[in-house]
């Protein structure tokens, strides 16, 4: 098996390379820094410019599966230039892919995973969302996840079995959300959000890569949520950060307003509850390493040596 991945520098990306090299996996992938490509047995980067519709399509040789994870930050203030650089990112992205694949013809491509984003469900503190919710949140972020999700299956018309990986928070010290939300609590400033009752579905970075190479080599297609299978709310997330760093929480809760003048419209992404399943990745046969908010952050914070003994089990083959 030889995949294609675009994004493969990135938090997440580089997760799914180090797997994919542990379970011999061979790997293109796409840089847009001709200063990043690397050429080495069974690891081999090439050149590609989406914003100018550029691609070296020698990356598609030998390629049976595709893992898309382009995309700009969300996590930058919502300007007008900033929103359109972060639909633009991702649809020109798969638009580039698919465009290319066209011109090339005869290929080795069966599938495509792409990465998309919890935060298209609908802002609620009741609701319970699995995949088959159709309902798409009133906010910026529902709208690019929409769009992204509708250029994923642009590439069934070219019989190419697509796969969507609807990501929540991503808890790493490697980067994304988490270190910015330890680093008041390191520092004794530490608080909730708002009410602190908004739901957050999270997932560890390692459970996540894992998914991504599930769903690849299980040749799964659909819709998937990759969430641990239990969500914490805001207050809990909070309360487990500063339990696994040892520092108290002595502040009151931080009010929206006071975010909102900080951030603009991009405060949403602190406010936004989305309590989300992961029932159906679990159903298929996929078996959490960390299902639970406490142990994945004493994992990330307190563990050492590298791996625990069950992601030993699972360097080695011997768990899925």
């Given at each position: 098996?030889?995949?294609?991945?675009?994004?493969?520098?990135?938090?997440?990306?580089?997760?799914?390379?180090?797997?994919?090299?542990?379970?011999?996996?061979?790997?293109?992938?796409?840089?847009?820094?001709?200063?990043?490509?690397?050429?080495?047995?069974?690891?081999?980067?090439?050149?590609?410019?989406?914003?100018?519709?550029?691609?070296?399509?020698?990356?598609?040789?030998?390629?049976?599966?595709?893992?898309?994870?382009?995309?700009?930050?969300?996590?930058?203030?919502?300007?007008?230039?900033?929103?359109?650089?972060?639909?633009?990112?991702?649809?020109?992205?798969?638009?580039?892919?698919?465009?290319?694949?066209?011109?090339?013809?005869?290929?080795?491509?069966?599938?495509?995973?792409?990465?998309?984003?919890?935060?298209?469900?609908?802002?609620?503190?009741?609701?319970?969302?699995?995949?088959?919710?159709?309902?798409?949140?009133?906010?910026?972020?529902?709208?690019?996840?929409?769009?992204?999700?509708?250029?994923?299956?642009?590439?069934?018309?070219?019989?190419?079995?697509?796969?969507?990986?609807?990501?929540?928070?991503?808890?790493?010290?490697?980067?994304?959300?988490?270190?910015?939300?330890?680093?008041?609590?390191?520092?004794?400033?530490?608080?909730?959000?708002?009410?602190?009752?908004?739901?957050?579905?999270?997932?560890?970075?390692?459970?996540?890569?894992?998914?991504?190479?599930?769903?690849?080599?299980?040749?799964?297609?659909?819709?998937?949520?990759?969430?641990?299978?239990n969500p914490v709310t805001n207050v809990k997330l909070t309360k487990e950060i500063a339990r696994v760093l040892q520092r108290p929480l002595i502040l009151p809760h931080i009010p929206k307003t006071l975010?909102?003048?900080?951030?603009?419209?991009?405060?949403?992404?602190?406010?936004?509850?989305?309590?989300?399943?992961?029932?159906?990745?679990?159903?298929?046969?996929?078996?959490?390493?960390?299902?639970?908010?406490?142990?994945?952050?004493?994992?990330?914070?307190?563990?050492?040596?590298?791996y625990t003994a069950r992601d030993a089990l699972y360097k080695n083959g011997l768990i899925p």
């Amino acid at each position: 098996m030889k995949v294609l991945i675009t994004g493969a520098t990135g938090l997440v990306g580089r997760e799914i390379v180090n797997l994919c090299k542990q379970n011999k996996i061979s790997v293109n992938y796409l840089t847009t820094n001709k200063d990043k490509i690397v050429s080495q047995k069974d690891f081999n980067g090439f050149y590609w410019n989406p914003e100018n519709n550029e691609i070296d399509a020698n990356c598609f040789n030998g390629v049976t599966t595709i893992i898309n994870l382009a995309g700009s930050s969300i996590s930058k203030r919502w300007t007008r230039n900033n929103k359109k650089k972060i639909l633009n990112s991702r649809v020109k992205s798969l638009r580039t892919l698919l465009g290319a694949i066209s011109k090339i013809g005869v290929h080795s491509i069966k599938t495509i995973v792409s990465a998309s984003a919890i935060g298209i469900y609908p802002n609620s503190l009741s609701q319970y969302y699995k995949e088959e919710v159709e309902e798409v949140d009133d906010s910026f972020l529902g709208e690019v996840v929409s769009i992204w999700e509708k250029e994923v299956d642009a590439f069934e018309k070219l019989n190419i079995q697509t796969a969507k990986i609807r990501i929540g928070l991503v808890m790493s010290d490697k980067g994304g959300a988490l270190p910015e939300m330890a680093k008041p609590v390191k520092y004794y400033v530490g608080a909730a959000i708002g009410s602190g009752n908004q739901w957050q579905s999270w997932i560890h970075l390692y459970d996540l890569g894992r998914i991504f190479l599930y769903v690849i080599l299980k040749d799964l297609s659909g819709i998937y949520n990759a969430v641990a299978p239990n969500p914490v709310t805001n207050v809990k997330l909070t309360k487990e950060i500063a339990r696994v760093l040892q520092r108290p929480l002595i502040l009151p809760h931080i009010p929206k307003t006071l975010i909102r003048l900080g951030l603009g419209e991009m405060s949403y992404l602190l406010f936004a509850s989305q309590r989300v399943s992961s029932k159906k990745i679990e159903d298929s046969g996929f078996d959490f390493a960390y299902p639970n908010i406490c142990r994945a952050l004493e994992n990330i914070y307190l563990d050492k040596g590298g791996y625990t003994a069950r992601d030993a089990l699972y360097k080695n083959g011997l768990i899925p």
